[in-house]
């Protein structure tokens, strides 16, 4: 018998159990909090870190461009640390941001987030000039809609794949107003976060709102 055939007998002869399976890939997992946050990596990853964040914040927008990559790669990737961003809602214009956010279900959602900062300086232009001069609705559900039409939100959104009824659906969606409004009550008058953006590791709140800080205490 060749060397060649009792190597391949040794391996037949190996249990399935003993064969490692391929490392999971915890950059794409994403799931619900029961709070309503979306969580990034590992449920079980034994260090959770809690983003309270506002779409119209800018310090908000800097620190996802800058941590967003290093984080997937260098924590989430591994299973050690998982992410969930929750909203911290400071005015109406933040509030239509993160219902579009929520657009598309848990897998679609870390792709709206990031596009919602990088493209903010665009949508915030034409927000503020919304602000000052357009006449606009006073029925709630109205008046959202109406700015995600005229400060480029819905613009933003519609190169990203969705369509005028469903965005209209996503700001009427009830369960996720009140889903937004709860992580909103929790992040000012429970966690007390001093601004946005806000941390916490594993419940304690973490100073400070910069990515150097911030990646000083993770493990």
């Known amino acids: 018998m060749t060397k060649l055939r009792l190597l391949l007998l040794a391996l037949l002869a190996i249990p399935a159990s003993v064969i490692a399976a391929p490392a999971a890939n915890w950059v794409n997992q994403v799931a619900l909090s029961p709070i309503g946050g ?45 992410v969930e961003v929750r909203n911290a809602v400071r005015d109406k214009y933040d509030l239509t941001a993160a219902l579009l ?18 493209n903010q300086n665009d949508w ?12 606009k609705p006073t029925e709630e559900k109205a008046a959202l809609r109406d700015i995600g039409q005229k400060t480029g939100l819905y613009a933003l959104m519609a190169k990203r794949g969705y369509k005028p009824a469903q965005l209209d659906a996503c700001i009427n969606a009830p369960a ?25 590791i594993n419940g304690t709140l973490v100073p400070g709102s910069d990515w150097t800080r911030l990646q000083a205490a993770l493990p």
């Open 101 to 118: 956010a929520r657009c598309g279900g848990p897998r679609r959602f870390f792709g709206n987030h990031e596009a919602l900062f990088a």
């Open 176 to 200: 996720a107003m009140k889903q937004i409004l709860a992580m909103t009550d929790e992040a000012w008058n429970k966690v007390r976060i001093p601004g946005t953006p806000g941390f916490t």
């Open 124 to 135: 915030m232009e034409k927000l503020m000039a919304y602000d000052k001069d357009a006449t």
């Open 38 to 82: 979306h969580v990034l990596g590992n449920p079980a990853a034994p260090t959770r870190l809690v983003e309270y964040i506002s779409y119209t914040c800018s310090h908000c927008a800097h620190f996802v461009g800058e941590a967003s990559a290093p984080l997937k790669a260098n924590y989430v990737k591994t299973g050690k640390v998982s």
